[in-house]
């Protein structure tokens, strides 16, 4: 059980400790990529996992979105690992609110956006596709909306983040990680050591895409997750 306090404890000791870097580097989504580089190896040490990350070809340059299964706060480990070129994350507004870890959420120039519905939901997606745009950001987003308390397999994917890279014309490259469970049992807290594997799969563009088509590839996308899980698993 201490594995998993001391792991979300590292967390939020180095959120707190980095809000001067962060100012300092002002929404530079660079920095947020290292800090969440030296965060991931660092609680590899503390949880006693390794994650073996496949596929870091697929690993774009330029902007992309990125979609990931969502198990735990733990997620945050594979994410760092992957090294992702100026991370950004999309994050509700009240998150801005919280004691450091909503301060460092926005220094680190992470996207927040107001939960909603119909227009208003639709509306919020642009300030996703202008980050992507005019700073150059790849984003990385949950599209099961919250996580898995079950820890096997996915729950529905929201079309929400595809309808944003059809939208900014980037492309979507599907991250899946291995359940955590044989590692890692929530009702008890406790966690054992091990390798988990995470997989990178090859972008997917949505250049010529309309907002029309997103129901379409949230399918793609969601089917292909699913079929690399079962395989992980």
């Known amino acids: 059980m201490w594995r998993a306090y001391l792991t979300n404890f590292w967390l939020m000791f180095l959120t707190a400790v980095s809000l001067p870097y962060l100012l300092i580097r002002f929404r530079d989504n660079a920095a947020t990529s290292q800090l969440m580089y030296f965060?991931?190896?660092?609680?590899?040490?503390?949880?006693?996992?390794?994650?073996?990350?496949?596929?870091?070809?697929?690993?774009?340059?330029?902007?992309?979105?990125?979609?990931?299964?969502?198990?735990?706060?733990?997620?945050?480990?594979?994410?760092?690992?992957?090294?992702?070129?100026?991370?950004?994350?999309?994050?509700?507004?009240?998150?801005?609110?919280?004691?450091?870890?909503?301060?460092?959420?926005?220094?680190?120039?992470?996207?927040?956006?107001?939960?909603?519905?119909?227009?208003?939901?639709?509306?919020?997606l642009d300030a996703g596709v202008e980050a992507i745009t005019t700073r150059r950001v790849s984003i990385a987003i949950f599209p099961e909306g919250s996580r898995n308390r079950d820890q096997v397999g996915f729950l529905p994917f929201k079309k929400g983040g595809f309808v944003m890279a059809i939208d900014a014309q980037v492309p979507v490259v599907p991250v899946v990680i291995e359940s955590y469970k044989r590692l890692y049992d929530k009702a008890s807290g406790k966690m054992r050591s091990g390798t988990l594997k995470a997989r990178v799969l090859p972008p997917i563009a949505t250049g010529g895409m309309q907002r029309q088509d997103a129901q379409k590839l949230t399918q793609h996308v969601e089917s292909l997750m699913r079929e690399t899980y079962d395989r992980l698993t």
Do not use: C, T
């Open 39 to 124: 965060y991931a190896r660092v609680g590899e040490l503390i949880s006693g996992w390794r994650f073996d990350i496949l596929g870091r070809e697929n690993i774009q340059v330029e902007p992309a979105v990125y979609v990931f299964n969502h198990q735990s706060s733990l997620d945050g480990l594979p994410l760092g690992l992957m090294k992702i070129p100026r991370l950004a994350i999309i994050g509700k507004k009240e998150v801005a609110y919280i004691p450091f870890i909503g301060w460092a959420f926005y220094l680190g120039g992470n996207v927040l956006i107001k939960r909603g519905d119909g227009k208003q939901a639709r509306g919020q």
